[in-house]
């Protein structure tokens, strides 16, 4: 957008808040747009409609998006008018405006820019054209009729959004339409307005010549839900394009029907274990469906689908078995740990994580000597999902794996059983050659909590990669030792956001005192992404000294940072925030406004 051009003169303090809604940054439009309802509607609505016509584009993008924000049905004419202005910005912020004023007689003009060239301006119209319901659906009807495709689209996507029941007949015309794209978005509409009267036509849609027609109603008829649709969906299982079958035994899944089995199974048998490349995804999913329908008769089709060449079909294919047949199905699981083809164990390992059992964890611990990398991931996650304490020695000394992966996954699932016993040796993967491995490490001492691995963290404070400085601060707040505040108090001024972020978290998960005068400093400092995490703290630590810096922190432009304080200023409890928190009641924010009400029930309880 240019600057250049003469301005048209408004009042000075409403001329900055219309170029500040012309920026691009979210809480700057924010923040200007809550000063400007704060403001006298007649003295702002005229400025903004003057700015409408100002040279410069930002100008007139933040006069169209803050007569939307003031709501103004006066601005309505004004708002048409700017559907035409030459710049797509402006089209598209005055399309969200009339939408958001929510007066009926910007339908069709809101219609027309559905012809519009511009992608973004046809969406914006689209959006908002469904904000006005069965309202929009005769001016849509209409469209749908005439003009090019892009606008017969846009009309067809406009008339699903308003998701009302009148829409139904008018999008079951549009599949008559000449282009696909047109009847593939018409199905799409059907599916997401939900009418049981539409499922008739979208099993039809099933027959379509069209083969993204059929996927679509397939995807559809899965939104819907129903049962009627269950027998099309099975033959549809049948159709020659994968990617029919593929949405169809989606949609099987989504509903659940038993009655689906027999087909289900007749598309694995067809499909596994030598399926093309094209077919994968299709028999991954009907592979899943089978898993929800939870047939017993599957079992055999699957335990034979486990065995396929396809890694992610004999993932889906553990995952059904341990679906249907629960512990039971661990004897097989197990022995296909043993089997000649990595990804054949590696889908049983995972499979045994989820169902757990003494069984389960003495194979398991077995298969930690697997010969493949990704077979031994597979079986160190396992044993960490699962948490047994007799995994420990082996988990341990996976920590020093010859794959990277497997030392991490090593060291989270060390964490997640939370054995002091794995302290030591998590300590000395904090030094681990791989910033990979040392990350996972500190988060893995912060699970556990245990005292004797704050100087280690400490250290890892200072450790030349921000993705094992950020875990570390944030291990050193679960272990919640006062010693390491110091320590955090510098990594406040660390020179990337994210770790300062967890410093500040940590010190006020501490609640140490003596942590408030630095986060008051970060508070009132210019770390944009910072600030909000520092009220937070305070609200835990500060006392009334923090007090006056959170109340200016009320006015900040970020939404984060105002609710934050407000809610530190709920926690500390001194009546002479009463006043401020009370403005904020009337903040443009949503959840400002929340905190803002819960801070003052607490002061005044």
């Known amino acids: 957008m240019s600057d250049e051009g003469a301005a048209t003169p408004v009042q000075p303090g409403v001329a900055s808040l219309i170029v500040q809604l012309g920026e691009r940054s979210p809480d700057v439009i924010e923040k200007a747009a809550r000063a400007l309802r704060e403001m006298d509607a007649a003295v702002t609505v005229p400025a903004l409609l003057a700015a409408l016509a100002d040279d410069r584009e930002n100008v007139r993008v933040g006069a169209a998006r803050g007569l939307g924000e003031i709501g103004m049905a006066t601005a309505h004419a004004d708002l048409i008018a700017a559907l035409k202005d030459k710049a797509s910005s402006v089209r598209h912020s005055a399309a969200f405006a009339l939408g958001n004023i929510g007066d009926p007689t910007a339908i069709p003009a809101l219609v027309e820019a559905l012809t519009a060239t511009d992608y973004t301006v046809r969406w914006a119209a689209v959006l908002n054209l469904g904000k006005f319901g069965a309202a929009a659906v005769p001016a849509l009807r209409a469209a749908i009729s005439e003009g090019e495709k892009s606008a017969r689209q846009a009309a067809v996507d406009a008339l699903g959004k308003t998701s009302a029941a009148d829409a139904v007949p008018a999008l079951v015309a549009a599949l008559d339409d000449d282009e696909e794209s047109v009847r593939c978005h018409a199905v799409v509409g059907l599916g997401g307005i939900g009418e049981s009267a539409a499922v008739p036509v979208l099993i039809g849609a099933l027959n379509a010549e069209s083969r993204g027609v059929r996927s679509a109603a397939a995807k559809a008829l899965r939104s819907v839900g129903s049962r009627a649709a269950v027998p099309a969906l099975m033959a549809a299982l049948k159709d020659d394009d994968y990617r029919v079958r593929g949405s169809a035994a989606f949609a099987l899944e989504a509903i659940g029907d038993a009655a689906a089995a027999p087909a289900l199974i007749a598309a694995v048998q067809e499909g596994c274990p030598y399926a093309s490349q094209g077919d994968e995804e299709a028999n991954v999913f009907v592979i899943q469906a089978l898993g929800a329908v939870g047939d017993g008769t599957a079992v055999p089709v699957l335990v034979a689908a486990l ?102 996954f090593a060291a989270y699932a060390l964490g997640n059983i939370g054995s002091r016993d794995a302290v030591p040796a998590l300590i000395a993967g904090l030094k681990d050659r791989d910033t990979r491995v040392r990350g996972p490490a500190a988060y893995a001492l912060g699970n556990i909590g245990n005292g004797d691995a704050v100087q280690a963290l400490i250290a890892g404070l200072n450790d030349r990669d921000t993705r094992v400085r950020g875990p570390a601060a944030w291990a050193l707040g679960r272990i919640g030792d006062a010693a390491a505040v110091p320590a955090l108090i510098a990594a406040l001024q660390d020179r990337d956001d994210d770790v300062c972020r967890a410093a500040a978290e940590a010190l006020g998960t501490i609640g140490n005192a003596a942590a408030a005068p630095a986060l008051i400093e970060v508070l009132n400092g210019d770390g944009r992404n910072v600030r909000g995490t520092a009220a937070e703290a305070l609200g835990r630590v500060g006392g009334r000294a923090a007090v006056p810096g959170l109340l200016a922190a009320l006015e900040d432009d970020q939404r984060r940072v105002r609710g934050a304080a407000a809610e530190a200023l709920g926690r500390i409890g001194d009546a002479a925030a009463v006043p401020a928190l009370t403005a904020a009641l009337d903040d443009i924010a949503d959840e400002v406004r929340l905190k803002a009400r819960e801070a003052l029930l607490r002061i005044r309880v």
């Not at 249907?324 to 990804?343: F, M, Q, W, Y």
């Open 307 to 408: 065995h396929a060449d396809d890694r992610e079909i004999c993932k889906a294919a553990a995952m059904a078995l341990s679906r249907i047949c629960g512990e039971t199905i661990v004897p097989t699981l197990c022995s296909a740990l043993k089997h000649d083809r990595p990804s054949v164990r590696a889908a049983a390992a995972e499979a045994l994580g989820g169902l757990g059992g003494a069984t389960a964890v003495a194979v398991l611990i077995e298969a930690l000597e697997d010969t493949d990398g990704w077979a031994r991931r597979a079986v160190v996650t396992a044993l960490g999902k699962i948490g047994s304490a007799d995994a420990l020695p082996g988990l341990v000394a996976t920590l020093k794996d010859a794959d990277c992966w497997v030392r991490v």
